[in-house]
Nanobody, 120 residues
Framework: QVQLVESGGGLVQPGESLRLSCAAS????????MGWYRQAPGKQRELVAA???????NYADSVKGRFTISRDNNKNTVALQMNSLKPEDTAVYYC??????????????WGQGTQVTVSS
């Protein structure tokens, strides 16, 4: 079984920073894309940032210049450094990854989510 476990959420004031981390564990052959999504109350889940196996990154326009995604292929982890946080960044953040397990079939996995609240 493959699991994604997130950490690092919390309550911060506007302008502050947070770092989210996500670790994939289990029987993993290869991890393709890894990314972060978020869902605010009453809104649809949206892509925040993603990074491909080769390192190519993709960001939502609303976070460009403030958030940075990175991955460690040796540790099967992905991180999201969030700077200059705004109240509109408040949401549950979910880790997502395309992973091929020991059977070489490729599936999409989600973490359990971590709450990020930006408020004064």
């Amino acid at each position: 079984q493959v699991q994604l476990v997130e950490s690092g959420g919390g309550l911060v004031q506007p302008g502050e920073s947070l770092r989210l981390s996500c670790a994939a564990s289990g029987s993993i052959f290869s991890i393709y894309s890894m990314g972060w999504y978020r869902q605010a109350p009453g809104k649809q889940r949206e892509l925040v940032a993603a990074v491909a196996l080769g390192g190519t990154t993709n960001y939502a326009d609303s976070v460009k210049g403030r958030f940075t995604i990175s991955r460690d292929n040796n540790k099967n982890t992905v991180a999201l450094q969030m700077n200059s946080l705004k109240p509109e960044d408040t949401a549950v953040y979910y880790c997502n990854a395309d992973i091929a397990g020991s059977g070489y079939n490729r599936y999409n996995y989600w973490g359990q989510g971590t709450q990020v609240t930006v408020s004064s």
